[in-house]
T-cell receptor, first 115, second 111 residues
Framework: DAGVIQSPRHEVTEMGQEVTLRCKLI?????LFWYRQTMMRGLELLIY????????DSGMPEDRFSAKMPNASFSTLKIQPSEPRDSAVYFC?????????????FGAGTRLSVL | GQQLNQSPQSMFIQEGEDVSMNCTSS?????WLWYKQDPGEGPVLLIA?????ELTSNGRLTAQFGITRKDSFLNISASIPSDVGIYFC???????????FGAGTTVTVRA
């Protein structure tokens, strides 16, 4: 079975450019989480969707960040305009349900470098 | 989410040794999870624990859900080079989607 698929795996861009990260959920999962991982802060939850609806976006750093789920199996995280401090590894994770004994399965991540 | 204290932060071990790491919290959790992250990859679930006192094994890995619900332990027996990586604990409260992660334990194995 395919796991969570993220693309691109690596992204290098210049400050001010728009960046779009993509995530395909595991089939049948209906919860989607975007995380950011840095050495200083570890894993931080950015946003959580359940059944395509954003439930908690309190972790989104600022208005430059936006996330969408255009359908049940796909999500995007957009940064516009990007800044060097956005450099990090971004993970998405999916889960079969929103609550209860529901494990989060992580993708391989997108390593973003903003120059 | 709540803060988890994971220790040790890092460890160098000899191949064949047993390894122990733990997580503690000031809050009660109803689920404890242990993940491993290899370099350049995402965290992969190793063991999930759902009941206080539960002891669960996955190959050479054994994890326990503390009786107080505020801690969990992971043991790796007879370590091998592929055990290298970062191990994260995560706690979850029932009916809460959020996972609280520890800062990770970096394991390096000397051949």
């Amino acid at each position: 079975d395919a796991g969570v698929i993220q693309s691109p795996r690596h992204e290098v861009t210049e400050m001010g450019q728009e960046v779009t990260l993509r995530c395909k959920l595991i089939s049948g999962h209906n919860s989607l989480f975007w995380y950011r991982q840095t050495m200083m802060r570890g894993l931080e939850l950015l946003i959580y969707f359940n059944n395509n609806v954003p439930i908690d976006d309190s972790g989104m750093p600022e208005d430059r960040f936006s996330a969408k789920m255009p359908n049940a199996s796909f999500s995007t995280l957009k940064i516009q305009p990007s800044e060097p401090r956005d450099s990090a590894v971004y993970f998405c994770a999916s889960s079969p349900q929103g609550l209860g004994k529901n494990i989060q399965y992580f993708g391989a991540g997108t390593r973003l470098s903003v120059l | 989410g709540q803060q988890l204290n994971q220790s040790p932060q890092s460890m160098f071990i000899q191949e064949g040794e047993d390894v122990s790491m733990n997580c503690t919290s000031s809050s009660i959790f109803n689920t404890w999870l242990w993940y491993k992250q290899d370099p350049g990859e995402g965290p992969v679930l190793l063991i999930a624990l759902y009941k206080a006192g539960e002891l669960t094994s996955n190959g050479r890995l054994t994890a326990q859900f503390g009786i107080t619900r505020k801690d969990s332990f992971l043991n790796i027996s007879a370590s091998i080079p592929s055990d290298v990586g970062i191990y994260f604990c995560a706690g979850q409260v029932t009916n809460d989607y959020k996972l609280s992660f520890g800062a990770g334990t970096t394991v390096t194995v000397r051949a």
